[in-house]
Every structure is written in C-alpha cells, then in structure tokens.
C-alpha cells in the first residue's frame, strides 16, 4: 500500500509548522523568530536521524504522485515552553475540514505514544477510512488537536490529487451535480490550455479541443460522434459484417450530370470529365486506383418514364474510365445521370 508523508512540528499551546503537505514537498510557516527557527531545525534533523522513511523538509514542490488509502503523518511534540514532550502517550485528534474553519469531512482520534526525541508517528485513514472523503468536491484542510489542545490548521495541499478516488486508476471530474461547467480533463500545457481533451457536463459529451475550438465531439448517452474534419477508415475487408463501415465500402468519388452540360454540375474525387460523343463521358478520378477492382454504379435519368436507357462503363487507365449510355436498340444518346464509385484504395 502506497502511502504519502507529511510532517508537523506542533507544540501544545505554542504552535509550530513545518512540513510536507501531502504529495508537494513545500515550506511551511516561515518566521523570524530565531528561536522558532531553531527548533524547526532540530526537530528537522530528529526526525531525519530516524529509522523509518525520511522526511525532507525542502523547498522543492516537485509533485509526487500516488494514489493512497492513508496519509502518514509525523511530528515532533513541545509543550508551551519548547520543551520535548518524550515517552508519553498523547491523544491526537486529526480534522479535515472543507476550507479554512469551514466545515468537518473528516474526524478521527488516534492514541499515540512520543519517543525519547519527542516524535510521534500516526496514519490518518487508520481509524476512520479515508475512503467517505469527496476529495475533489472540498478545499481540504487539516486541523491537529494535541491532548485536546488546537494546535492550527493548514492547507492540505495536493492531497486530493492523491486521494480524491478509492480507486486509483479512475479520474473523478466533479465532485458533484450534473451541470458543472466546461472543464478540461487533459491539457497540452499551461502555455497551451485550449489544447486537448474537455468535458462538457450539462450534454455529457468528451470534446477534442484545438486551440479553443471543439474539433471532435462523443456523446456518451447516445455514442454518436461528430467531426470537423474528416473520418478516415483505414481496414479493408473482403468478409464484410453487418453494421460496420469498411475502408474500401466508401465511395470515392461522385458526381451527377445534367442533360445538355457536359461537365459534372455536383460531385467529388473528380479530376476531369468530359464529353467527347455522343453518348460516350470520359471520367479521370483524384485517386490512383486500380478501376478493374472497382465498382461503377450509373443511374440515368430521364424526365418521363417510357425510354429506357442502358448504361455501362469500361477502364481505360490506372484511375480512369468510360461511361456509355444508349437506347434499348443501341443507339447512342446523351443523358442526364450520376454515378458512384467504389474502391480498394
């Protein structure tokens, strides 16, 4: 069980803090007072000259991340005077509050014992689990009690980003309700904040954001997904199944032709069309494919039912062909028509 250190220096009518507030190795309660400064120093070095896991007193706020299920806590106790509180039982009473003198989301009572330099050792989460906190939903702060004395309270730092989940492979967004704000889950950096990916709470949707704008969007109550951009499909199939969408069963190309234009009045993935006879349209498509493995599907129109039309089309080169359209006794004519192409690649 991993678990995260962090040290106070408390005294019980004369309050002295110093330490590791959970995962940021900061400083805390810097004074001037030399004697206070002194103390700090030995009860530094008392609790490094230990036998057990370190504590750096430190300046660095390097963050070290780890889920935890108890939070170690060390101190030194003094009483008014300065003096060590050594090989007595002590009563120490931890609060974590939600705020600074706000209200309790956390109580428990721990009986421990201080040793010849004073030290005393405890883990908050032994008595009363840790597990019922709402990490992300409070500004956690701990409050020490030493022998029914208040001895402060100080800002718990980056504990929630170590304890905010019983289960530390979860991300929590919110702590609560169901129409928070926009909030991004996964920032590029702080120099970039409009990169990455965001929450958008009130549609529960994930959306890709590109310098502030929303690029990509998944709703997850329905799973539909929208795009700027486009949707590459890169597996191909020769077994297709139901329901999927392969890379080769898209078209690649289209395009619809009005009678008496001889150019292609709507479409896509068309490099030329022309319209050198009668009844003969010459196509050359964007994509360097192989047209004797795709599929050509032409549909003529006419105006009026009565004069049926056949139409048919033949590869003439890497990425291109020729469609052919006459009447039922095989006379060419023009037409109006669309086609749409299928392609391997």
């Not at 004073?118 to 702060?141: C, E, H, R």
């Not at 690029?215 to 890169?234: A, H, I, K």
Request: hydrophobic residues 40%.
């Amino acid at each position: 069980m991993k678990t995260i250190k962090f040290y106070f220096a408390i005294a019980t009518c004369l309050l002295t803090f110093s330490g590791i507030i959970a995962q940021n190795v900061t400083e805390e309660g810097a004074s001037s007072n030399s004697d206070y400064l002194t103390k700090k120093t030995q009860d530094s070095q008392v609790l490094q000259n230990r036998n057990e896991q370190p504590t750096v007193i430190s300046n660095n706020t390097s963050n070290r991340s780890a889920a935890a299920e108890l939070i170690n806590y060390q101190a030194v106790a003094r009483d008014a005077g300065g003096a060590l509180i050594t090989n007595v039982a002590v009563t120490i009473a931890f609060e974590i509050r939600d705020g600074a003198g706000g209200p309790a989301a956390y109580n428990e009572t721990q009986n421990l014992n201080t040793d010849a330099n004073g030290v005393f050792s405890a883990q908050i989460g032994a008595v009363t689990p840790l597990a019922g906190v709402n990490w992300a939903d409070i500004d956690p702060w701990l409050q020490v009690n030493l022998n029914g004395t208040n001895v402060g309270e100080t800002q718990m730092a980056s504990v929630p980003g170590a304890l905010y989940s019983a289960n530390s492979g979860s991300v929590m967004i919110y702590g609560s309700g169901t129409s928070n704000a926009d909030k991004m889950i996964a920032q590029h950096s702080p120099a970039y904040p409009g990169w990455g990916i965001g929450y958008n709470d009130t549609s529960d949707d994930i959306d890709f954001m590109a310098g502030g704008i929303k690029t990509m969007r998944v709703d997850l109550g329905s799973g539909n997904l929208s795009t700027n951009g486009n949707l590459e499909v890169q597996q191909t199939t020769t077994a297709p199944a139901l329901n999927r969408v392969y890379g080769n069963s898209m078209p690649i190309a289209f395009g619809s032709v009005a009678l008496g234009f001889n150019d292609i009045q709507t479409g896509y993935g068309i490099t030329s069309f022309a319209n050198p006879a009668v009844g003969q349209y010459d196509v050359v498509i964007d994509h360097a494919t192989d047209m004797n493995n795709c599929i050509v599907l032409v549909t003529p129109y006419t105006g009026s039912f009565g004069t049926p039309e056949i139409a048919g089309y033949l590869p003439t080169g890497p990425n291109s062909f020729t469609i052919r359209i006459q009447t039922a006794a095989g006379v060419a004519r023009d037409s109006a028509f669309t086609f749409v192409v299928y392609g391997n690649q």
